[in-house]
């Protein structure tokens, strides 16, 4: 029996990690930029296909080449559109055979500051920064393929994406200040591999056009995050700042983080997708690594 056929478009740690789930009952094929990157892939039981999202001549082999699509590259860090998603969304419109559904990794980035409200996925957008509206603009697009072609196109708006080796680390190392607690805002978590888990369901279990928050339950303020981190590994919390003094003293993309706060509802992501978290709160690693470090 035939395989299905899966295209990756943007095949990092996320996306790697879904891996095995998906070479047992797909033909995988992911879109690679180097040769480097095409041999690990063929390593990994994937089919690299070389092209290259900024130059639209270099993505005629994904025409008709897959039925299930996993998009998970960023748009380009300038603009308030996204080119890449419009020509990935063209070349697949060409083929023969197009694509029955799509899952696009987005972010929580696209709502802006709530002020730490509690929000389902009909909050409307409101972004606050170029990054953030140009993956709007990558949503709405995909959104009208999938109404054009009939793809079944599902969103997955991702917060602070964490693992064992993607801790903040090196910011608590160099002693980089949080907000004090009374003027600190609700930062979201979703670890890698639930992250990866998600967007696997999505492709069978997503609606057509719907959006999904993909976070976990934790229900975390920033600086809480960087002191547990700073706890289990035996380093300094970080230092506190009011918001003005943040404000003069962080970089400005480093502030536009640290400005936004929301809490996001999953209750749509384990109701309609039935993702079990293996990772409840981020809480559930770092008592792993806690119990590591103490051996």
Not at 121 to 131: D, F, V, Y
Not at 167 to 182: D, H, N, S, V
Request: net charge positive; glycine share 6%.
């Amino acid at each position: 029996m035939r395989k299905r056929r899966l295209l990756i478009v943007g095949c990092g740690d996320v996306m790697q990690r879904a891996l095995p789930w998906l070479t047992a009952r797909f033909r995988v094929y992911a879109l690679c930029r180097s040769t480097e990157q095409a041999l690990r892939l063929r390593s990994q039981g994937v089919v690299p296909v070389r092209g290259d999202l900024d130059q639209r001549h270099s993505l005629q082999r994904l025409a008709g080449l897959a039925e299930y699509v996993l998009h998970s590259a960023p748009p380009p860090n300038t603009g308030n559109n996204d080119p890449r998603s419009m020509r990935l969304a063209a070349m697949l419109a060409q083929g023969a055979i197009l694509p029955r559904g799509l899952c696009y990794i987005s972010t929580s980035g696209v709502y802006g500051d709530c002020g730490g409200a509690l929000l389902s996925e009909s909050q409307p957008c409101r972004p606050e920064s170029a990054r953030a509206w140009r993956r709007v603009a990558a949503e709405a697009l995909l959104r009208r393929y999938g109404r054009r072609s009939a793809c079944r196109v599902s969103i997955l708006r991702a917060p602070g994406i964490y693992a064992a080796d993607r801790l903040p680390l090196e910011r608590l190392q160099k002693g980089t200040a949080a907000l004090r607690p009374e003027d600190d805002g609700y930062s979201n978590h979703i670890h890698a591999d639930d992250l990866a888990h998600a967007a696997c369901l999505a492709l069978f279990r997503g609606r057509q056009g719907r959006v999904y928050h993909a976070c976990d339950d934790s229900r975390w303020k920033m600086g809480e995050w960087f002191d547990k981190v700073a706890d289990t590994y035996r380093l300094p919390r970080p230092p506190r700042l009011s918001r003005a003094e943040a404000e003069q003293q962080v970089s400005p993309a480093l502030w536009s983080f640290m400005r936004e706060s929301r809490q996001l509802s999953n209750q749509r992501l384990r109701k309609e997708l039935r993702l079990r978290l293996a990772y409840p709160t981020p809480q559930t690693l770092l008592d792993r690594l806690g119990d590591q470090t103490a051996q």
